[in-house]
């Protein structure tokens, strides 16, 4: 039996989520850019609504860049229009809805979560086999856990289970702070979008920031930490 210590847990990667997509003409332009720019594991394609010819043509429009560069491409809802599409899964919201959409997504698609307000509601998506877990996000009300419980709720996940776990950054330091506490991927949105630099400044010192909290951070002394995967898969 070898005595070598387990391989350190990876650097966690960025999951961009796109602003509300209309006309995709300008980001299908602007993607190979920034997925160039950093180590983006996945893009969050945010529809706005409309009928779902429409909505699957902007899929199509949008998951060649995405799949070129090597990410994944995952519909923000709408999972009935994900395999039409070509995109790589989704993400829901709420256990009611992983549950329903799980059948038609697996195995060959992503199924990834969010939604959870508790911890027996993320243990639960975690045995109906979601991809990973999303914590931080603001619900309907546009309210949302303070930075704190989200790095907490982080790393409870990191340290017991296996599925990777996602936090919801609004800022740069919250990035950081996520990525410190355990997250495997750390979803960026609309303050990158805001930047005055321009997106891809953003994103770059986004990926700067938690790559630096990865290698600072201790390391896990838990083997199931080793586990999480890379990509949301």
Request: glycine letters at 8%.
């Amino acid at each position: 039996m070898s005595n070598k210590p387990p391989p350190p847990r990876p650097a966690p990667r960025l999951y961009l989520a796109t602003p509300v997509v209309d006309d995709p003409a300008g980001l299908v332009a602007e993607l190979p850019g920034l997925l160039a720019s950093a180590d983006v594991a996945a893009v969050l394609l945010r529809l706005k609504e409309t009928d779902q010819r429409t909505m699957i043509s902007r899929i199509k429009a949008l998951a060649p860049p995405v799949q070129k560069a090597g990410a994944a491409l995952l519909v923000d809802g709408h999972p009935e229009i994900v395999a039409r599409g070509g995109a790589d899964g989704a993400h829901l919201t709420g256990l009611a809805a992983l549950e329903e959409a799980a059948p038609s997504l697996k195995p060959d698609r992503i199924a990834g979560v969010g939604g959870l307000t508790t911890r027996h509601d993320s243990m639960s998506a975690g045995e109906m086999g979601a991809d990973y877990v999303l914590f931080g996000e603001p619900d309907k009300n546009g309210e949302r856990p303070s930075s704190q419980a989200i790095a907490e709720r982080l790393d409870w996940w990191a340290e017991l289970f296996e599925p990777p776990c996602v936090g919801f950054a609004t800022s740069l330091e919250e990035a950081h702070d996520f990525a410190a506490s355990g997250a495997d991927f750390v979803l960026v949105g609309d303050f990158i979008w805001a930047d005055p630099r321009g997106p891809k400044a953003a994103l770059v010192e986004a990926d700067a920031a938690i790559k630096k909290a990865h290698a600072t951070a201790p390391a896990s002394q838990d083997p199931a930490d080793q586990e999480h995967g890379q990509r949301p898969t």
